[in-house]
């Protein structure tokens, strides 16, 4: 089992930035993958960004070059960095981590609210 725990939403200005953090109850580097999504009222739930089982990383079209994703194993967190923040990324952040042992395994946070205001 895997519990996440994620901080650093909040209110901010367009072009402003902030940091989100997912912290894993295990070392992250057991996790087949980890990553975030992020759900805005009436939409679907979508990737924005994540770590693959291989290590490499994959990015939402719509965050390339303005969102980086990085983590620290000692800590076992995963970091957000988003900057030059659009409206369009007013949501719900969600914290995933998938685990594979004989079967799939998915663990989501509790979600974090990240309000851009024009």
């Known amino acids: 089992q895997v519990q996440l725990v994620e901080s650093g939403g909040g209110l901010v200005q367009v072009g402003g930035s902030l940091r989100l953090s997912c912290t894993a109850s295990r070392n992250i580097f057991t996790l087949n993958t980890m990553g975030w999504y992020r759900q805005a009222p009436g939409k679907q739930r979508e990737l924005v960004a994540g770590?693959?089982?291989?290590?490499?990383?994959n990015y939402a079209d719509s965050v390339k070059g303005r969102f980086t994703l990085s983590r620290d194993s000692a800590a076992n967190t995963m970091y957000l960095q988003m900057d030059s923040l659009k409206p369009e990324d007013t949501a719900v952040y969600y914290c995933?981590?998938?685990?594979?042992?004989?079967?799939?395994?998915?663990?989501w946070g509790q979600g974090t609210q990240v309000t851009v205001s024009s």
């Open positions: 770590f693959t089982s291989g290590g490499s990383t």
């Open positions: 995933h981590a998938q685990v594979q042992i004989k079967a799939t395994w998915d663990y």
